[in-house]
């Protein structure tokens, strides 16, 4: 943003009958179950959705989009990769014209999604007129805890090993700094030198601590990474030679802390990260 740039939260600028609303809309892993009502609505009463091919395929299924080939429902423009920001810039004009766009992010989109580049790309097209709604979802860390159980009943933090923005040097000074500060640790874009960065947490960390690997949280039979949704337990000493279950982008693994421990019931074994030294009477 620019510098010295005065933040006002008391009046805002009205805006124009004519114009719309972008949206940036977090559908968490992309089924109806994990998606909110708030999700489900502006995507279906929008003019025009943007979204990857996958994400309209759930959507399609799960009939928040009508079939391809209907006359029904919202336009449909396809996202890539390679053409975020010619994308945004064509919302912007779309916003203009006066339909309510739906640009569709995985997860949750302040989670490693897309509302930084819908701001970014507003400051540097001179498009602060255009009105801008972040539609919050659940993002993998949070689902692959529910797996797993209560592994972050305490203190966390997420970490992204990809390194298209940055340098390697900034993620070990963060891995480092989370490892040291007793955070439970959440890698996102795990195909990325996870090896590498399990290395870094064991110099400051137990062997013994409790790990966790999961892919493609809440997609359940949907699953696109591996076979479906899975989650594995191991420890951090043994992570690395858990390659078969580290996929692709729906990976991510948890990294416990000295407190994190396997709990089981009858059906199923999980992790658990107590908020401190609580017991049922604290509570």
């Avoid at 004519?18 to 909110?36: N, Q, W």
């Avoid at 090896?195 to 892919?215: L, Q, S, W």
Wanted: a negative charge; charged letters at 30%.
């Amino acid at each position: 943003m620019s510098e010295g740039a005065e933040t006002t939260t008391d009046s805002h600028a009205e805006v124009p009958d004519d114009y719309g609303t972008l949206y940036v809309v977090g559908i968490g892993p992309g089924l109806p179950d994990h998606m909110t009502q708030r999700a489900k609505e502006v995507i279906q009463t929008s003019d025009c959705v943007v979204a990857s091919n996958l994400y309209q395929e759930f959507l399609r299924d799960d009939g928040t989009l009508p079939p391809e080939d209907s006359d029904d429902g919202p336009e449909v423009v396809r996202s890539s990769m390679g053409q975020q920001v010619e994308l945004t810039r064509e919302a912007f004009e779309r916003v203009r014209d006066g339909e309510d766009v739906a640009h569709v992010s995985g997860g949750d989109p302040n989670v490693y999604g897309k509302s930084d580049l819908v701001f970014t790309m507003a400051e540097s097209d001179d498009a602060t007129d255009v009105p801008i709604e972040i539609v919050p979802g659940v993002t993998a860390a949070l689902g692959g805890a529910a797996m797993m159980g209560a592994p972050l009943s305490n203190d966390f933090c997420t970490i992204s090993l990809s390194d298209k923005w940055r340098g390697w040097d900034e993620i070990e000074e963060k891995l480092r700094a989370a490892a040291i500060s007793n955070f439970v640790i959440v890698l996102y874009n795990c195909w990325r030198n996870y090896t590498r960065a399990i290395d870094i947490v064991r110099e400051e960390r137990a062997d013994d601590v409790p790990v966790g690997i999961f892919n493609d949280a809440g997609r359940g039979e949907a699953g696109r990474n591996l076979d479906d949704e899975t989650f594995s337990i191991t420890t951090l000493g043994d992570a690395k030679s858990h390659d078969d279950d580290v996929g692709g982008m729906g990976t991510s693994i948890l990294i416990g802390t000295h407190e994190t421990e396997p709990w089981s019931n009858d059906y199923e074994t999980y992790l658990v990260t107590p908020r401190g030294g609580r017991d049922v009477d604290d509570f």
